[in-house]
Protein backbone atom coordinates (compact mmCIF):
# COMPACT_ATOMS: atom_id res chain seq x y z
CA UNK A 1 0.00 0.00 0.00
CA UNK A 2 1.52 3.52 -0.88
CA UNK A 3 1.69 6.16 1.81
CA UNK A 4 2.69 9.46 1.83
CA UNK A 5 2.87 11.04 5.00
CA UNK A 6 3.39 14.49 5.33
CA UNK A 7 4.85 16.27 8.58
CA UNK A 8 6.27 19.44 10.07
CA UNK A 9 3.65 21.73 9.65
CA UNK A 10 2.24 24.15 12.28
CA UNK A 11 2.71 28.08 13.20
CA UNK A 12 5.48 30.06 11.90
CA UNK A 13 6.43 33.87 11.92
CA UNK A 14 6.61 36.01 8.90
CA UNK A 15 9.73 36.11 7.84
CA UNK A 16 10.71 33.21 9.33
CA UNK A 17 11.26 28.93 8.43
CA UNK A 18 9.82 25.78 8.61
CA UNK A 19 10.53 22.87 6.86
CA UNK A 20 7.78 19.79 5.44
CA UNK A 21 8.96 16.60 5.02
CA UNK A 22 7.22 13.85 3.26
CA UNK A 23 7.56 10.29 3.86
CA UNK A 24 7.24 7.69 1.28
CA UNK A 25 6.73 4.02 1.84
CA UNK A 26 5.40 1.57 -0.16
CA UNK A 27 6.76 1.35 -3.10
CA UNK A 28 9.95 2.95 -5.33
CA UNK A 29 9.40 6.20 -6.50
CA UNK A 30 12.87 6.34 -8.41
CA UNK A 31 10.77 6.99 -11.28
CA UNK A 32 7.85 9.28 -10.58
CA UNK A 33 8.10 13.15 -9.47
CA UNK A 34 7.08 14.72 -6.41
CA UNK A 35 5.01 17.53 -5.82
CA UNK A 36 3.82 20.07 -3.18
CA UNK A 37 0.42 21.49 -3.40
CA UNK A 38 -1.80 23.90 -0.96
CA UNK A 39 -4.90 24.75 -0.47
CA UNK A 40 -6.36 27.63 1.53
CA UNK A 41 -9.70 27.73 2.70
CA UNK A 42 -12.21 28.54 0.09
CA UNK A 43 -9.68 28.26 -2.49
CA UNK A 44 -8.86 25.35 -5.26
CA UNK A 45 -5.98 23.12 -4.86
CA UNK A 46 -2.87 25.40 -5.93
CA UNK A 47 0.56 24.05 -7.08
CA UNK A 48 4.34 25.13 -5.15
CA UNK A 49 6.52 22.90 -6.87
CA UNK A 50 7.76 19.82 -8.14
CA UNK A 51 10.66 17.51 -8.31
CA UNK A 52 11.82 14.73 -10.49
CA UNK A 53 13.00 11.74 -8.37
CA UNK A 54 15.88 10.67 -10.53
CA UNK A 55 17.93 13.63 -11.42
CA UNK A 56 16.39 16.07 -8.86
CA UNK A 57 15.21 18.47 -11.96
CA UNK A 58 12.59 21.37 -9.95
CA UNK A 59 10.08 23.67 -11.11
CA UNK A 60 8.40 26.12 -8.85
CA UNK A 61 5.46 28.03 -8.46
CA UNK A 62 6.38 32.06 -8.98
CA UNK A 63 4.74 33.00 -5.45
CA UNK A 64 7.46 30.59 -4.28
CA UNK A 65 10.11 30.84 -6.33
CA UNK A 66 13.34 31.71 -3.98
CA UNK A 67 11.45 31.57 -1.17
CA UNK A 68 10.95 27.47 -0.93
CA UNK A 69 13.26 25.03 -2.23
CA UNK A 70 12.08 21.18 -2.46
CA UNK A 71 14.69 18.53 -1.75
CA UNK A 72 15.03 15.01 -1.20
CA UNK A 73 17.02 12.28 0.19
CA UNK A 74 16.82 8.89 -1.47
CA UNK A 75 17.99 6.68 1.51
CA UNK A 76 15.20 8.00 3.15
CA UNK A 77 12.52 7.71 0.75
CA UNK A 78 12.21 11.62 2.00
CA UNK A 79 11.10 14.99 0.05
CA UNK A 80 11.46 18.24 2.01
CA UNK A 81 9.71 21.60 1.28
CA UNK A 82 12.50 24.34 2.86
CA UNK A 83 9.74 27.59 3.69
CA UNK A 84 12.00 30.74 4.09
CA UNK A 85 10.73 33.94 4.65
CA UNK A 86 7.20 32.60 4.48
CA UNK A 87 4.42 35.36 4.15
CA UNK A 88 0.81 35.38 5.45
CA UNK A 89 -0.47 34.41 2.38
CA UNK A 90 0.72 31.30 2.61
CA UNK A 91 -1.10 29.81 4.73
CA UNK A 92 -2.79 26.68 3.77
CA UNK A 93 -2.96 22.93 4.25
CA UNK A 94 0.29 21.32 2.09
CA UNK A 95 -0.42 18.50 0.56
CA UNK A 96 2.63 15.90 -1.03
CA UNK A 97 1.81 14.54 -4.06
CA UNK A 98 3.65 11.81 -6.67
CA UNK A 99 2.96 11.38 -9.91
CA UNK A 100 4.04 8.82 -12.78
CA UNK A 101 4.17 10.97 -15.75
CA UNK A 102 7.11 13.14 -15.73
CA UNK A 103 7.04 14.31 -19.13
CA UNK A 104 6.58 17.43 -18.49
CA UNK A 105 6.68 18.83 -15.05
CA UNK A 106 3.26 18.59 -14.02
CA UNK A 107 1.08 21.53 -12.40
CA UNK A 108 -2.04 20.57 -12.08
CA UNK A 109 -3.70 18.21 -9.32
CA UNK A 110 -5.29 15.75 -11.68
CA UNK A 111 -1.85 14.55 -13.47
CA UNK A 112 -0.87 12.94 -9.68
CA UNK A 113 -1.85 9.49 -8.67
CA UNK A 114 -0.59 9.02 -4.40
CA UNK A 115 -1.70 12.55 -2.18
CA UNK A 116 -0.99 12.64 1.34
CA UNK A 117 -2.95 13.83 4.05
CA UNK A 118 -2.26 17.37 4.20
CA UNK A 119 -0.74 19.17 7.09
CA UNK A 120 -1.57 22.59 8.12
CA UNK A 121 0.82 25.79 8.04
CA UNK A 122 0.25 29.00 9.59
CA UNK A 123 1.60 32.26 8.80
CA UNK A 124 1.49 34.96 11.25
CA UNK A 125 2.39 38.30 10.89
Known amino acids: QVQLVESGGGLVQAGGSLRLSCAVSGRTFSSYAMGWFRQAPGKEREFVVT????????YYADSVRGRFTISRDNAKNTVYLQMNSPKPEDKAVYYC??????????????????WGQGTQVTVSS
Open 51 to 58: IRWSGGGT
Open 97 to 114: AATRDTTYYRVRPSSYNY
